[in-house]
């Protein structure tokens, strides 16, 4: 029996196509979420065709998703609590479910590790999926390289998206998946136009949100503003996070946009903005998770970080800006020049992932209703 634990919808993303794979053959898991981001899971889970948690350990902070540090402490004694609670239970549906005992958590986000942790406490062999990437500077970023490190500490079966990733990893087991299951999630989204009003044939995203940049003031004002030039000649979408909201508002840099050519727009759920990116001829973001989607995508994409953790697209269709805006700029004035040239590779990751739980014996036939009847 697996016990799945996600908390972030960039998690249940990731996560999809392999629960996805899982269900299609017919195997027992049980999935639980810590309400990290609590706002939009509903969705992303209905989009996906995807179940409902079967536990809720905690739900956002007062059910909204975390968004400052001071939101941090309620949520986490949420989680420990319930986990206290619902630990004699959820070892025993992992203890008699079909198959072996399991517990299956994603990527570099405070759930990973408190699920991690989880597993452990519960004394079952924890599997990490998106493992061994590695920035190796602790601070950037932060708290994502840390929590990696944690995992990968806390984990016995670690999945890597790649060669390089699954070097990074030692001791345990080592499964080099080929590539991220992003790919795979990407591929799971029909096809179909935005829900928005395009600005043209030719136009770009820009998707920023992290602490780093949103912090500093004089920072944020000039990508803004260097953004903001560059739109005169390719129109801009800005997705308005509500963090970035948040710090756009506290710095009063409201005035570097218009409603033609630097134009804010909501955030959009998973497929929707997948089709979005579909249609951009270039990407402005400081997301890795978005930084692996162009690359699959094969759009040119400008990583606004001062380091990152993922290889794919360096050298291709992404250029790390390390936070210089002369880079931003170099970028802007001709992002057709980046495109990808990496083939991909043939195997599915999510089956990777699904073919080696099956052949050690933790993914296993069974219905659902056996996990409720343990579960009361």
Same mark, same amino acid.
């Given at each position: 029996?697996?016990?799945?634990?996600?908390?972030?919808?960039?998690?249940?993303?990731?996560?999809?196509?392999?629960?996805?794979?899982?269900?299609?053959?017919?195997?027992?898991?049980?999935?639980?979420?810590?309400?990290?981001?609590?706002?939009?899971?509903?969705?992303?889970?209905?989009?996906?065709?995807?179940?409902?948690?079967?536990?809720?350990?905690?739900?956002?902070?007062?059910?909204?998703? @975390? *968004?400052? %540090?001071?939101?941090?402490? $309620?949520?986490? #004694?949420?989680?420990?609590?319930?986990? !206290? &609670?619902?630990? =004699?239970?959820?070892?025993?549906?992992?203890?008699?479910?079909?198959?072996?005992?399991?517990?299956?958590?994603?990527?570099?986000?405070?759930?990973?590790?408190?699920?991690?942790?989880?597993?452990?406490?519960?004394?079952?062999?924890?599997?990490?999926?998106?493992?061994?990437?590695?920035?190796?500077?602790?601070?950037?970023?932060?708290?994502?390289?840390?929590?990696?490190?944690?995992?990968?500490?806390?984990?016995?079966?670690?999945?890597?998206?790649?060669?390089?990733?699954?070097?990074?990893?030692?001791?345990?087991?080592?499964?080099?998946?080929?590539?991220?299951?992003?790919?795979?999630?990407?591929?799971?989204?029909?096809?179909?136009?935005?829900? @928005? *009003?395009? %600005?043209?044939?030719?136009? $770009?995203?820009? #998707?920023?949100?992290?602490?780093?940049? !949103? &912090?500093?003031? =004089?920072?944020?004002?000039?990508?803004?503003?260097?953004?903001?030039?560059?739109?005169?000649?390719?129109?801009?979408?800005?997705?308005?996070?509500?963090?970035?909201?948040?710090?756009?508002?506290?710095?009063?840099?409201?005035?570097?946009?218009?409603?033609?050519?630097?134009?804010?727009?909501?955030?959009?759920?998973?497929?929707?903005?997948?089709?979005?990116?579909?249609?951009?001829?270039?990407?402005?973001?400081?997301?890795?998770?978005?930084?692996?989607?162009?690359?699959?995508?094969?759009?040119?994409?400008?990583?606004?970080?001062?380091?990152?953790?993922?290889?794919?697209?360096?050298?291709?269709?992404?250029?790390?800006?390390?936070?210089?805006?002369?880079?931003?700029?170099?970028?802007?004035?001709?992002?057709?020049?980046?495109?990808?040239?990496?083939? !991909?590779?043939?195997?599915?990751?999510?089956?990777?992932?699904?073919?080696?739980?099956?052949?050690?014996?933790?993914?296993?036939?069974?219905?659902?209703?056996?996990?409720?009847?343990?579960?009361?």
């Amino acid at each position: 029996m697996i016990l799945v634990i996600f908390g972030t919808t960039g998690e249940l993303i990731k996560l999809a196509p392999v629960l996805l794979e899982l269900d299609q053959r017919g195997h027992a898991y049980f999935l639980a979420t810590t309400g990290q981001q609590v706002d939009q899971i509903p969705t992303f889970l209905h989009q996906f065709g995807l179940r409902q948690p079967d536990v809720w350990l905690a739900c956002g902070a007062e059910g909204r998703d @975390l *968004s400052v %540090p001071a939101d941090i402490p $309620g949520w986490l #004694s949420m989680v420990v609590l319930s986990c !206290l &609670r619902e630990g =004699p239970r959820l070892r025993q549906a992992l203890a008699q479910g079909p198959g072996r005992g399991l517990v299956l958590v994603h990527g570099d986000t405070m759930t990973t590790v408190l699920g991690a942790a989880f597993g452990r406490t519960l004394r079952f062999p924890v599997a990490h999926v998106e493992s061994g990437l590695r920035s190796f500077d602790l601070r950037n970023p932060f708290p994502e390289e840390m929590n990696r490190r944690l995992a990968t500490t806390l984990a016995r079966i670690h999945y890597a998206p790649g060669p390089w990733a699954a070097a990074n990893v030692r001791g345990g087991e080592v499964v080099d998946t080929r590539s991220n299951t992003i790919r795979d999630s990407l591929a799971l989204v029909p096809e179909g136009d935005p829900p @928005l *009003s395009l %600005p043209g044939r030719q136009f $770009g995203i820009v #998707s920023l949100h992290r602490f780093e940049l !949103l &912090r500093n003031r =004089p920072l944020l004002s000039a990508t803004l503003t260097t953004l903001a030039q560059a739109a005169q000649r390719t129109p801009l979408l800005f997705i308005d996070h509500s963090v970035t909201r948040a710090a756009v508002e506290r710095f009063r840099l409201e005035g570097v946009f218009d409603e033609t050519r630097f134009v804010r727009v909501p955030r959009l759920p998973f497929f929707d903005f997948v089709r979005l990116q579909r249609k951009c001829a270039f990407v402005v973001t400081d997301s890795g998770g978005s930084q692996e989607e162009c690359f699959y995508l094969d759009r040119p994409c400008l990583l606004h970080r001062v380091r990152t953790e993922r290889r794919e697209g360096l050298g291709e269709n992404a250029v790390l800006s390390r936070m210089k805006i002369d880079i931003l700029r170099d970028f802007l004035d001709d992002p057709s020049r980046f495109r990808r040239r990496s083939h !991909l590779p043939a195997e599915s990751p999510s089956k990777v992932i699904v073919d080696h739980l099956e052949r050690r014996g933790f993914a296993a036939g069974g219905k659902r209703r056996m996990l409720e009847a343990r579960l009361g």
